[in-house]
């Protein structure tokens, strides 16, 4: 069956230092792959899109990489802020036009 | 841009009621959505429409009716609340599609007793 997994776990790292968050999928050939960020009480908002010819895509802190062999993409945040702590969920775009959402890592940075 | 706007924020009703929960956009998107979210459970499509008088069912549309007579409006009504339909429901737009950023509202918590 079709699968998307991210961190189970809510991550809790040292203000400063890169935070990696990793998305998992199977059974899936996605086009392409987006990164939101959700608040408490808010809406996702949209981080990165990588698509499937791209190895690696950059905004600012932010990295993301999609390895289709592995059918993996990590995210990963450099020189965290505590205002960077948050709910991030990883959405695959599948073959049939939808957007598949993972149930997000909570991430929690410490000053 | 007031973005994507959802009321209510909160919504508590009783079961076999009935209500709509209203969504707009002033981006003159194509592309509009409904999702819920559960705890534990990533973000599950109810209906989605490509433009003004075309609609379409989701992965979870049992239960919801969505029309789309304008861009900006796009309302989803509960026709007779289970207390299955407890959860968080997120309106969604884009300029065209799937294939696009995703703008999501602040969504409405919604209880069913």
């Known amino acids: 069956s079709q699968k998307i997994e991210q961190n189970s776990e809510a991550l809790n790292i040292q203000e400063g230092k890169t935070a990696t968050l990793t998305c998992n999928y199977t059974n899936y050939s996605p086009a392409y792959l987006q990164w939101y960020r959700q608040d408490p009480g808010r809406g996702p908002v949209f981080l990165l899109l990588i698509r499937e010819n791209e190895k690696e895509k950059r905004k600012e802190r932010l990295k993301v990489t999609f390895d289709t062999t592995l059918k993996q993409s990590l995210f990963h945040i450099t020189a965290s802020q505590p205002a960077d702590s948050a709910t991030y969920l990883c959405v695959l775009y599948n073959q049939g036009g939808k957007l598949i959402f993972g149930q997000g890592t909570e991430l929690s940075v410490k000053p | 841009n007031a973005g994507v706007t959802q009321t209510p924020k909160f919504q508590v009703l009783k079961t076999g009621q009935s209500m709509t929960l209203q969504c707009a956009q002033d981006m003159n998107h194509e592309y509009m959505s409904w999702y819920r979210q559960d705890p534990g459970m990533g973000l599950r499509l109810i209906h989605y429409?490509?433009?003004?008088?075309?609609?379409d069912q989701g992965e979870v549309p049992n239960g919801y009716n969505v029309s789309r007579s304008t861009t900006e409006d796009f309302p989803l009504r509960l026709l007779s609340a289970a207390p299955s339909q407890t959860s968080v429901y997120f309106c969604?737009?884009?300029?065209?599609?799937?294939?696009?950023?995703?703008?999501f509202g602040p969504g409405t918590r919604l209880t069913v007793t």
């Open positions: 429409s490509v433009g003004a008088g075309i609609t």
């Open positions: 969604a737009s884009s300029k065209t599609g799937t294939d696009y950023e995703q703008y």
